[in-house]
């Protein structure tokens, strides 16, 4: 059964204070790992998706990167607005069912 | 191009009755995934459909049902709802469902059971 563990649960930085989120995986042939961010009362926001290790790819202020049993999610200078519930996510091996880590809620103060 | 909808966006039942919930993808998705989150399960795979059948299916109770459109728009119906099954439910489309397609999802509906 495909496994996914985030840390820290919670992460709590200064503006402008860089730092990276962890995601763990245990699955029995990867197919993608999906980096996601999540408003409260909202949808997940999909983010990237890295498919292979050694992958990166980078959006404003952050970047993702991946290795084969662990993926990072690098925020550069953060912002308040990147303030959010940060999720990844891989696909079962014979479909599209996607499992969840738990999360990592990212809070920036000003 | 427009995002994922779903109807209605807050839904309030008893226990006992039953629920249904509409979920539109994006234009030219034809999968459509249904997850429930809760504050202590996280986010958990409710079923897949493609097609108009259902490809995948998730370990809830019979209760929890769906189906799909030839549009590819889906609904999901819970039946005999208890408090437990309050909850965020939000779908998610793909293009195909094959292979590491990204899933968008839709803002969510969030029912509450009393």
């Known amino acids: 059964e495909d496994q996914v563990t985030q840390s820290p649960e919670a992460l709590r930085l200064q503006e402008g204070e860089s730092s990276s989120l962890n995601c763990s995986y245990t699955v029995s042939g990867l197919r993608g790992l999906f980096w996601y961010r999540q408003d409260p009362g909202k949808g997940p926001e999909f983010l990237f998706t890295l498919y292979s290790a050694g992958e990166e790819k980078e959006k404003e202020r952050l970047k993702a990167t991946l290795t084969k049993k662990e993926s990072f999610l690098h925020i550069t200078a953060p912002k308040p607005e990147d303030s959010a519930t940060y999720l990844c996510?891989?696909?079962?091996?014979?479909?599209?069912?996607?499992?969840f880590g738990e999360g990592t809620q990212l809070t920036v103060n000003p | 191009k427009a995002g994922v909808t779903q109807t209605p966006r807050y839904l309030i039942k008893t226990r006992g009755q039953q629920v249904t919930l509409s979920c539109s993808p994006i234009s030219g998705h034809r999968s459509v995934s249904w997850y429930q989150q809760t504050p202590g399960q996280g986010l958990q795979f409710l079923f897949e459909y493609f097609s108009e059948t259902q490809r995948n299916k998730g370990n809830f109770p019979g209760r929890f049902s769906g189906r799909q459109f030839s549009n590819s728009r889906s609904e999901m119906n819970v039946s005999t709802l208890e408090l437990g099954d309050s909850a965020l439910y939000l779908c998610a489309s793909s293009l195909s469902g094959q292979g590491a397609r990204e899933q968008y999802f839709g803002p969510g509906t969030r029912l509450t059971v009393t």
């Open positions: 996510a891989v696909p079962e091996t014979s479909g599209s069912r996607l499992t």
